[in-house]
T-cell receptor, first 116, second 118 residues
């Protein structure tokens, strides 16, 4: 149980284009979903927290117009990297918490983004 | 503010040996959660073990156990009978029980790279 999927697993795009990453909870309803960015050999950096049906809460230094987050249902959150640039290349990971059991985060497999 | 410290950047042990990964944290909270997550080369983050601060009993999950010392603010992970598949980055994480501001956010340590040698 508590499986989270992410799509795509890997994406290569040209500079200036937008990329959408989907995060789905497959066997549970996720009240809260988190989006992280991970640089090589480093820990996870929280980008934003999203609750279903409300606006995402962004961490300091994360551009909300650059990284658009939508949490339209209890099983789906999307992260859109708008007008991507090479410095946005990274590994993006989502996680979700189960409604009624919010203390444990379950993670998706991550999405590797490469912007050329 | 809460902080989590993992003082061992890298460790390596022989297969079947026991290894202990250290984690200390700083908080003024009395009730919170502590976690160990594993990130193998696939980069999938996997929950290894969870401990509630109000529980005195140390959590165990098969070959994984913790030594939770609340007064010392220490939360070490012991892996018994280590296996090749245990090779991974191990992250210690802290979460304070929910209040208006925290929204169940995790505070992460820097990680320990564990290598199990055949």
């Amino acid at each position: 149980g508590a499986v989270v999927s992410q799509h795509p697993s890997r994406v290569i795009c040209k500079s200036g284009t937008s990329v959408k990453i989907e995060c789905r909870s497959l066997d549970f309803q996720a009240t809260t979903m988190f989006w992280y960015r991970q640089f090589p050999k480093q820990s996870l950096m929280l980008m934003a927290t999203s609750n279903e049906g409300s606006k995402a809460t962004y961490e300091q230094g994360v551009e909300k117009d650059k990284f658009l987050i939508n949490h339209a249902s209890l099983t789906l959150s999307t992260l859109t990297v708008t007008s991507a640039h090479p410095e946005d290349s990274s590994f993006y990971i989502c996680s979700a918490t189960i409604s009624g059991g919010r203390e444990t985060q379950y993670f998706g497999p991550g999405t590797r983004l490469l912007v050329l | 503010a809460q902080t989590v410290t993992q003082s061992q950047p890298e460790m390596s042990v022989q297969e079947a040996e026991t290894v202990t990964l250290s984690c200390t944290y700083d908080t003024s909270e009395s009730n919170y959660y502590l976690f160990w997550y594993k990130q193998p080369p696939s980069r999938q983050m996997i929950l290894v073990i969870r401990q509630e601060a109000y529980k005195q009993q140390n959590a165990t999950e098969n070959r994984f156990s913790v030594n939770f010392q609340k007064a010392a603010k220490s939360f070490s992970l012991k892996i018994s009978d280590s296996q090749l598949g245990d090779t991974a980055m191990y992250f210690c994480a802290f979460m304070k029980t929910r209040d208006v501001d925290s929204n169940y956010q995790l505070i992460w340590g820097a990680g320990t790279k564990l290598i199990i040698k055949p």
